[in-house]
């Protein structure tokens, strides 16, 4: 449902055009000082309207703490992060609201709920994840404090790597009214060895769920990934000697649990469903149809997607992190 | 931890050179017809000793079913079901129990618990899959009994496709005490549209986390899947007509929910880690040594994860059509 | 944690005296009308202020819907309330940030977390009890759509019955700085046959964790309750006959199950801890302290526990009732 | 469902009459010395036949260890335990089929699943404790390796105390073809302050579901229990002085959080409703029957309640110490 997470658990909520998006997060340690100043950046990160290659829609986003801090301090209790929702154009919606647009969760929210708030895409929109990256914030902090730390960058766009290749790539596609699609990797150094669990609680596992979880990721890979499909293992094993591991294939992780190596994680982000071209659809009484997305969207979502996939990789590890001292008596 | 599923919630147990391994199904449907017959060739299809491409051991693995079963029929109570361990080559690994072998989780075992049953991998071992198995024959049961049916190819192996190259590169593999890795299709037709929860709970998130859950899988893609980041999307998105979608880019899940059309779901399997040659290791002491692992091992998983990875798109399916019912007034 | 409920979920935040408190609901069924004039009578009747029986705080407690309604409609997605807090008297509290208050949660607050927000009782305040009703009332206005009807009075207060004995020892407790327990008793109409799981997830288990997880509450029972402790089998056993059930010992729950009859439950309830006379306790450097909880506190809390008490039943009932669905084909 | 537990999680199955009976734990820490001589003392205790107070059947019920064990010490993986029925007299419930047994769990299953396994009450007999007493026997080892003892004891049996009055009464009914109820006590010395969630998941609410959820109880409560509806809150507090708590009035449990104190609970346990004297019921067609439940019942469930009620209150607190552990940093 929209709960993430066993031991730091958050619950998310709010459409793109409802009153309010935000998020809930229980089983944050106690005692760890925190105010909106630690998560407002986060937020700026992922906001839009930052430079031509994203979408030119202002959103200011303001977080705002309700609960679960007294005196600059986490008590334990529930933190409730409040984004009240501004610069909605609802009216561009209007038009659609009885056609499914291509490459959207518009046809199977309906066929699942027999009802969608069609504004902006409702809960299926990309403001949706301002929820996870709040939190995401709240949980860095927490695991920077113990030497963890994560970070992403986008590997490629439409398969090309290099800033500037990157950016002519997705500018092309945004004067063609069209989107590209690329890959992001998120790493975190820092993890101690041990975190996991070995069968259906793989470390692993619950990255692949946190990541597929973000709406467009179409792929996950951990370490070398697809990669060691084509390989020996001879060649794919990492060797151990008392210095450590002398390669990273296993991406950090081996049987579901962290070796203690850097954590990597890459991800396959499809291009913007949101198009200005013209493309085949049907009506909400099943005729053909024609539909052009109008609006202010991202070329390329890959940019964008970064903090909200460290986000997601910070939630997992705080879970595991968390989980792990049971073991301690 | 060793649970899986909400609905149709499963949990196994057991060592490869324990006593037994099982699991325990809750939550399956009353009324059912069941009995071992079911169960039973699925169990047929995972096991060695098939073919001079899988490992030559001979495990029987015959499963009785201890409750939840009467007069031939389920009747919504736990379904127990019991695999005795034979055939356990437990002198093997007792040469091995202060050596670390490569590629495997016996040193995040240790890390992670600080203790660890050695023999044949203990919970990690390959045998873990046997409950998953029992359990996705009886989840695939039912689903048949909906119009939903689940099958697995091999994709490719090192790189090669066609029965003949595959079998040769794995013979290659085996002769040089060596493994190879390869990649696995899985897919499900029949599925209702309106299955999976639009935010953590993606339909394609609980796929991923499914896939990546099993040992030796590296990568998981949905659809197109890493092929997205190297196109427009005006060639990404699926057009819908009156007569359905006219391509399956999405893998049948769109916004997290089902679609309608067929699920594909693809994962990249690594080379087996037991393997012949010489490998640098440390030893519990931490000292470097030098390991061969010997014993009667798969020179390439990707044929034996089949019945696996069906068994896991099983019951990630029956517990997604069981939730949808909440819906149902 | 603060999450209740696995298909109709709650998860509730707030201090006292914090910003503002609240609750939300994932899960609840798409297409049921839903406005805050659905919930705001609920939170009207949980508010205090309103007879002299009763704490004269007056708080006004506006309930906000943030998402999750559409068009007047529910649509399936989270749905968040909020309530800000005014008429916060922190300034009563201020006194008491060393002291331990007997009979409240100030002791083992500072045991668990190391800190806590001692402003009028924080997150261990009846106004936790805010999120509950609000989400009770979404529920309820469900449950009535299904012919279930819940409703709770005071079974008696300091061992006396009937109205005007009730009033007069409370003013009586009242007038002598001091506060009198007493007992509740809750009821469901209309509920059908079949809910509740049988072992550890009975109707009744979940009904007494239900109850038990309010503040104040002490002791649970189901039907004859404690007087089951004095009978015979064959008083206490409900004959059936074809007409229906001859009496209701069971209190509507047989083997964890609901039968059809009436639901039938009680609950013990403290006196309030809070009272002006003098009490021992000790402060935070752990001297010994006498201390007069001032404030404007309820000289019985039972009357004021009854929609908060209504709210865990709708809660506990549309959670099986949505669980019992995934039985039907 | 049938799972109990988030961090030492227990599935139970088995019916009365079917295979074997048994329990998967998941999450013991790892380290500790386990074997079936650990276990096999509390199945003895909680095992008919051994006096004439009780039912004579004779169950050997001989638990084995499958998983989870290695060189005499818990692994951190699955333990599951194995006992398999004999004796089972399932020709006694054949004539039983189609009659609802008053006060069982008959009627309602049937309404439930539409399909219920009759011999011996399947599912809803008491034996399904047998996995509940073994995986308690699990949970006290450990509890005591940290200081923490629980016991429980007959209060009173049919209004009665004193072991001879019990006695009689016992014997009088069972003479009289009848049953009696009575009340129990558990308690537990030695726990920590600190267990326990403020809200939802108070230990008390945890501990009010537990006993719930074992068939025959129908009334729950802690410390004072329902006494405190008739006291004043200058009688109820407990007072708090340097040296301690003056009383424990709250049963070790302040605000859903353990104080430190005795924890102290109580339970109504209904007559055993299996009895010689004839009762009014329905058949499975409708109409109007006569029944007289013939077979090897207990006179009184009281007695053979207490393991498995102390099992119940074992499993909530190891439960509550592993989740405390992680606020450790």
């Known amino acids: 449902m929209n709960t993430f997470g066993t031991n730091f658990r958050i619950t998310t909520f709010g459409e793109s055009h409802g009153a309010a998006l935000g998020v809930v997060i229980d089983g944050c340690p106690p005692g760890m000082t925190l105010s909106e100043s630690d998560i407002q950046p986060a937020l700026d990160r992922r906001k839009p309207g930052t430079s031509p290659l994203v979408s030119p829609r202002q959103e200011s986003d303001r977080v705002e703490i309700l609960s679960g801090v007294f005196d600059g301090k986490t008590t334990g209790t529930p933190i409730a992060l409040l984004v009240r929702n501004h610069d909605a154009h609802s009216h561009d919606y209007e038009k659609m609201k009885n056609l499914f647009r291509p490459g959207h969760a518009d046809f199977t929210f309906q066929q699942k709920y027999g009802i969608r708030d069609y504004r902006g895409g409702g809960r299926s929109s990309g403001r949706e994840t ?176 970064i903090p909200v996939a460290e986000a997601m990789l910070a939630l997992v590890l705080i879970d595991a992190v968390l989980e792990q001292r049971k073991y301690r008596e």
């Open 130 to 305: 301002i929820g996870r990256v709040a939190a995401g914030a709240v949980a860095e902090k927490y695991l920077t404090s113990l030497g963890i730390t994560i970070k992403g960058h986008v590997v490629s766009v439409h398969g090309k790597t290099g800033a500037q290749e990157i950016e002519s790539e997705i500018l092309a596609a945004k004067n063609a009214g069209d989107s590209v699609g690329g890959i992001a990797e998120i790493t975190a150094k820092g993890c101690p060895a041990g975190l996991g669990d070995p069968v259906f609680g793989k470390l692993d596992a619950a990255i692949a769920g946190a990541m597929m979880g973000i709406g467009a990721v179409k792929g996950v890979e951990i370490g070398a990934g697809f990669a060691v499909a084509g390989r020996f293992g001879s060649e794919n094993n990492d060797p151990i000697t008392k210095s450590g591991f002398l390669s990273n294939n296993a991406g950090g992780i081996l049987g579901g649990i962290s070796s203690g190596q850097e954590i990597v994680v890459r991800i396959a982000v499809k291009p913007t469903a949101s198009i200005a071209k013209p493309q085949k659809t049907i009506d909400a009484g099943g005729n053909d149809a024609s539909i052009t997305v109008k609006g202010r969207h991202d070329p390329c979502i890959v940019p964008r997607i």
